[in-house]
């Protein structure tokens, strides 16, 4: 069964401390890695989508990379606005277009000024 | 501004009673998710439809869950009879299947259900 894990489940930061989400997951090839962000009481944002190891993407303060079997998102010197949970998903089916998504359980930053 | 609008926002019943939760996907996209988060199970997927026909509900009660497209306007996940396990923010997403790998989901706001 398709699995996908992220650590930590929480991350506290200063404002201009950089770190590192981390997504692993178990699927059987890869299909691509999707980032969101989740800010509370609202539905997840689109961030990234990765497709091949190797690839990386950026946004800001944001960097996510992908290998074969996981993918991180870089955080450089974080602000406050920065603060929220970052969930990572696989397509369901492999090869498909515009499938459904197996989410993570996120990983919850806090960044303090 | 295109976003998924969802209705209602919040939702407070009592256990048997009927919940009705729609969703207006953005226009002209053909796919359409229902996930529902919780604390301990994250987001999980219930069903999706492309170009209204129903892909994929392995991922909800078939006993209590149904999810329609009326249309390609709206999308409705209705539950019959709630039970206080089903207390969850339920999120709606559409898409854009192009025929090519591309994922990107667009979720609404969600209706979070209380479930008495």
């Known amino acids: 069964e398709d699995q996908v894990t992220q650590s930590p489940e929480a991350l506290r930061l200063q404002e201009g401390e950089s770190s590192s989400l981390n997504c692993s997951y178990t699927?059987?090839?890869?299909?691509?890695l999707f980032w969101y962000r989740q800010d509370p009481g609202k539905g997840p944002e689109f961030l990234f989508t990765?497709?091949?190891a190797g690839e990386e993407k950026e946004k800001e303060r944001l960097k996510a990379t992908l290998t074969k079997k996981e993918s991180f998102l870089h955080i450089t010197a974080p602000k406050p606005e920065d603060s929220a949970t970052y969930l990572c998903a696989v397509p369901l089916e492999a090869n498909q277009a515009g499938t459904a998504l197996i989410f993570g359980k996120g990983t919850t930053l806090s960044v303090s000024s | 501004d295109a976003r998924v609008t969802q209705t209602p926002r919040h939702k407070v019943t009592e256990m048997g009673q009927e919940v009705t939760m729609r969703c207006q996907p953005i226009l002209g996209h053909n796919t359409v998710f229902w996930y529902r988060q919780t604390m301990m199970q994250g987001l999980e997927l219930l069903a999706y439809?492309?170009?209204?026909?129903?892909?994929?509900d392995s991922g909800m009660p078939k006993d209590r869950f149904s999810a329609e497209m009326p249309d390609a306007t709206l999308a409705t996940l209705k539950i019959q009879p709630s039970e206080p396990r089903d207390s969850a923010v339920y999120f709606c997403?559409?898409?854009?299947?192009?025929?090519?790998?591309?994922?990107?989901?667009?979720f609404g706001p969600g209706t979070r259900l209380t479930v008495t």
């Open positions: 997403a559409s898409g854009l299947n192009r025929g090519i790998p591309t994922y990107e989901q667009y």
């Open positions: 439809f492309r170009n209204r026909a129903p892909l994929d």
């Open positions: 699927v059987s090839g890869l299909r691509g």
């Open positions: 990765l497709y091949s």
